[in-house]
């Protein structure tokens, strides 16, 4: 069974700094990773999907990483602003599936002004 | 439309009563997901389907919830004779069904189901 884990569950960092979300799962045998966005009382915005053959995917100011053989991946915010507050969820289907996904509980990210 | 649909996106209702709730994917896509999210808790998946058949119900938490998809396009959750427990915010999601490894998911807002 695949288990999602993310490290820190809180975050606060003063404005403008650089900053790492991690998240790690259990069975590397995936076919992609995929990082949302959640604000509060709102829906899943995806941020980034790096496929299983990929180590990193960049947008904007945002860069993903994935170590699929040690089950790792982080998420790096750059120059962070408050408006990047929100919580940030990582994702990756149960080995061998393609749809599906499991879920971390994400981490509550607050940048402060 | 431009993206996942939901609605309503509020659901307050008694305790007992039946519920429908609502999915416009996002026009082309033939996968649709419906997850639920409650307090404390970590997105759950519920059930998938693959134009109008739902190859996977594992999720569904008893036999009170069902879902269909007709025309390959929109989706109803229903949920009966709802208790306390049932009271989450219910995602629905959307995605081409390309080759492994390119399926991004896209969600809609949610709808938020109390059951008083």
């Known amino acids: 069974k695949q288990e999602v884990t993310q490290i820190p569950a809180a975050l606060s960092v003063p404005e403008g700094e650089n900053l790492v979300l991690n998240c790690s799962f259990t069975d590397s045998a995936i076919y992609n990773l995929q990082w949302f966005r959640q604000d509060p009382g709102k829906g899943l915005t995806s941020l980034l999907l790096i496929q299983s053959s990929q180590r990193e995917q960049t947008s904007g100011r945002l860069n993903a990483s994935l170590d699929k053989s040690s089950g790792r991946s982080t998420l790096y915010i750059a120059a962070s602003q408050p408006g990047d507050s929100a919580t940030y969820l990582c994702?990756?289907?149960?080995?061998?599936?393609?749809?599906?996904?499991?879920f971390g509980k994400g981490t509550l990210l607050t940048v402060n002004p | 439309g431009a993206g996942v649909s939901q609605s309503p996106s509020n659901k307050v209702t008694e305790k007992g009563k039946d519920v429908e709730l609502r999915c416009d994917p996002i026009?082309?896509?033939?996968?649709l997901y419906w997850y639920r999210q409650s307090l404390g808790q970590g997105l759950e998946f519920l059930i998938y389907?693959?134009?109008?058949?739902?190859?996977?119900k594992s999720g569904l938490p008893s036999d009170r919830f069902s879902a269909e998809r007709t025309g390959g396009s929109v989706s109803t959750l229903t949920i009966q004779r709802t208790q306390q427990e049932d009271s989450a915010v219910y995602l629905c999601?959307?995605?081409?069904?390309?080759?492994?490894?390119?399926?991004?998911?896209?969600f809609g807002q949610g709808t938020r189901l109390t059951v008083v």
């Open positions: 389907f693959q134009g109008n058949s739902a190859p996977d």
């Open positions: 994702a990756v289907p149960p080995g061998g599936s393609n749809y599906k996904l499991t």
């Open positions: 999601a959307s995605s081409l069904n390309l080759s492994p490894g390119h399926t991004e998911a896209f």
């Open positions: 026009s082309g896509h033939t996968a």
